[in-house]
T-cell receptor, first 114, second 111 residues
Framework: GAGVSQSPSNKVTEKGKDVELRCDPI?????LYWYRQSLGQGLEFLIY????????KSGLPSDRFSAERTGGSVSTLTIQRTQQEDSAVYLC????????????FGQGTRLTVV | DAKTTQPPSMDCAEGRAANLPCNHS???????VYWYRQIHSQGPQYIIH???NNETNEMASLIITEDRKSSTLILPHATLRDTAVYYC????????????FGQGTTLQVKP
């Protein structure tokens, strides 16, 4: 596609349920990032993929959070046993490995845990 | 990656130039300056980047001081749609590690 696509755009879930968030990066972009942004806060890095491997997972807040990427393309971020503090906008970005490496962001998934 | 310092907020009159400063006094020789912005309820948008020469594209101009310790993003004719949070980031070009976003500058363009 023309840009980074994320789905769903909005998700409301009950506390304790698991959720999966999806990111389709720009075709050919080998680097992929997940960030989250709580209401009124800055962007918090979660994880970075280079191809299908994740050399930097330092931002994942707990073991309830995991992410995978298959075929060097689509990525899913999974949150298990969701808590209210997980409510945030989850943003995905992709970039080329070569060149300036500017990242292009999707519109995000707004997660609300009730 | 080097740390950046930006003013928390700025105002600009519509149609005038908006000049957004950024200090990056610890920048390394191989680190680029990147600018992004985030309009309310949207994902961040790449604006421009540079190493040591001034850069211009269809969105903005980037002026980097000779010692590279600071830079200024210039929006030549600000519109109401330019109201956003502007982030200055430094990192090695092609370094596909994480982008570290600070608090940025909230630019309010006023009619």
């Amino acid at each position: 596609g023309a840009g980074v696509s994320q789905s769903p755009s909005n998700k409301v879930t009950e506390k304790g349920k698991d959720v999966e968030l999806r990111c389709d990066p720009i075709s050919g972009h080998t680097a992929l990032y997940w960030y989250r942004q709580s209401l009124g806060q800055g962007l918090e890095f979660l994880i970075y993929f280079q191809g299908n491997s994740a050399p930097d997972k330092s931002g994942l807040p707990s073991d309830r959070f995991s992410a995978e990427r298959t075929g060097g393309s689509v990525s899913t971020l999974t949150i298990q046993r969701t808590q209210q503090e997980d409510s945030a906008v989850y943003l995905c970005a992709s970039s080329l490995l070569e060149g300036a490496g500017e990242a292009f962001f999707g519109q995000g998934t707004r997660l609300t845990v009730v | 990656d080097a740390k950046t310092t930006q003013p928390p907020s700025m105002d600009c009159a519509e149609g005038r130039a908006a000049n957004l400063p950024c200090n990056h006094s610890t920048i390394s020789g191989n680190e680029y300056v990147y600018w992004y912005r985030q309009i309310h309820s949207q994902g961040p948008q790449y604006i421009i980047h540079g190493l040591k020469n001034n850069e211009t594209n269809e969105m903005a101009s980037l002026i980097i001081t000779e010692d590279r310790k600071s830079s200024t993003l210039i929006l030549p004719h600000a519109t109401l749609r330019d109201t956003a949070v502007y982030y200055c980031i430094v990192r090695v070009a092609g370094n596909t590690g994480k982008l570290i976003f600070g608090q940025g500058t909230t630019l309010q363009v006023k009619p």
